[in-house]
């Protein structure tokens, strides 16, 4: 039983950080009809902006978090206005190659800032274990969980009460209908991409605190599609959902059938969820997938 419980543990934790990325993929989509794959990469990229800021400015956990938030959406912003802003109108395939080149570059520039060579990244947290029922935890653990479960909270509330959320969401439902009723879709695809590079930040933060500061963490962006997949494309709050999932299948894959099923298990979902139920749990029937 302790064992199960400790793979539990350990899956929601490591669910929690899928679960934030694929929340990013999840609001592009839903607001553009784009794949956005470059999701990791903006993940890592702010990962290694937090940790700069944190030694520069030797900020504890929250400070850091709110410096880092407003930079990270503005990278946001500045990658749509060069990168997809100039592609509008042009087929969605070349959008989403366009996303792919852009995961290249931002890879690229990342290890020439930084190096190849991973960091110990505590972002201002303490690492004395807290037990909760008997099971030990990181404060980064639990932050990484609570962290989850605000942004759901938050981007719940803004898409359903703000004037922007409801633009958004009406740019989801029908493009060609918001543009008539006067919603700006420019704003509203400049919006979700900032909004995906403020939840990539808090994403790419707390994974690094919990795990390490490497290059590789973009790969945790790849390893996150299969909750986006499993949650539904245009569906952010399936998404988080679907997060956490996949780390639960992964860590009791791994515990009850062998470590390599941990990599797979995640894309295992992916096949059966395309062949059952291809629009995922909460998502749309009749979304386009790329």
Known sequence: ?????????TGLVSGAAYGLIAMGF???????????????????LTAYIAFSIANGLHLSFVPLVLVTIPISMLIGLVLERIFIRPMLGEPVFAIVMATVGLAVILRSATIMIWGSEPFNFTAGMSTAVIKLGGIPFYPAQLYLMAALGMVVLAIWLFLRFSRYGIAMRAVAANETAALLTGVSVNQVHALAWMLSSGIAAVAGLLFAANFKLAPDIWFQGLKSFPAVILGGMDSVTGAALGGLIIGLIENLSQGYIGEGMR????????????????YGLFGSRDIERV
């Open 1 to 9: 039983m302790d064992f199960l419980m400790l793979l539990i543990s």
């Open 263 to 278: 990599e797979i298990a995640g894309f295992i979902v992916i096949i059966l969820v395309l062949m059952i139920r291809p």
């Open 26 to 44: 999840a609001l592009v989509y839903k607001s553009t009809g784009v794949v956005n794959f470059a999701q990791g990469e903006i993940v890592m």
